[in-house]
């Protein structure tokens, strides 16, 4: 009998590009039984949702604490149950909530990919040394997933 299982990937880090879409068309064109999941990735929705929701902050330190802290709970509540994470560093700006990540990930003991640009490997050498993969490209992440949990090249 085959397995049933639904793996839950969450795909942490950079907003800017389409790097999430191409994983979801890879992953639903290899038929994998994959639910992907994400932090809010609307940059202005994640940057205010504290204030929004529970008032405004006259002090941009509390406005972003306060922010940090309603991401948190979808960010650790996702990536505790994920199965494997993808965590994406781009060059244009600096995901330290990527890295948060990938540190959160590896205490917890979740399996984690980096996906990078080489240009990146010293800055990321201690988070893709704690990483079972580091990819390059969004399609070897799908390959990666497709060889996990079918077995399949």
């Known amino acids: 009998m085959a397995d049933q ?6 795909l942490s880090g950079e907003i800017h590009t389409d790097w999430r879409d191409q994983i979801t068309k890879g992953v639903e064109e290899a038929g994998l039984p994959v639910e992907l999941v994400s932090p809010v990735t609307d940059h202005a929705s994640s940057d205010d949702c504290g204030a929004d929701i529970l008032g ?3 002090s941009s330190f509390w406005h972003d604490h306060k922010g ?9 509540t996702l990536l505790e149950s994920a ?3 993808v965590i994406r560093f781009g060059d244009k700006y600096k995901q330290w909530n990527a890295a948060f990540d990938a540190g959160f990930a590896a205490a917890q003991s979740i399996p984690y990919v980096t996906l990078h640009d080489p240009a990146l490997n010293h800055a990321l050498k201690e988070v893709d040394g704690a990483a079972m993969a580091v990819a390059e490209q969004p399609e070897q992440v799908v390959r990666l997933l497709r060889y996990v949990i079918r077995g399949e090249l």
Not at 5 to 10: D, E, G, H
């Open 5 to 10: 299982r639904i793996w839950t990937v969450y």
């Open 56 to 58: 405004a902050e006259d």
């Open 68 to 76: 940090a802290k309603v991401n948190a709970m979808r960010t650790r």
């Open 83 to 85: 199965d494997i994470a």
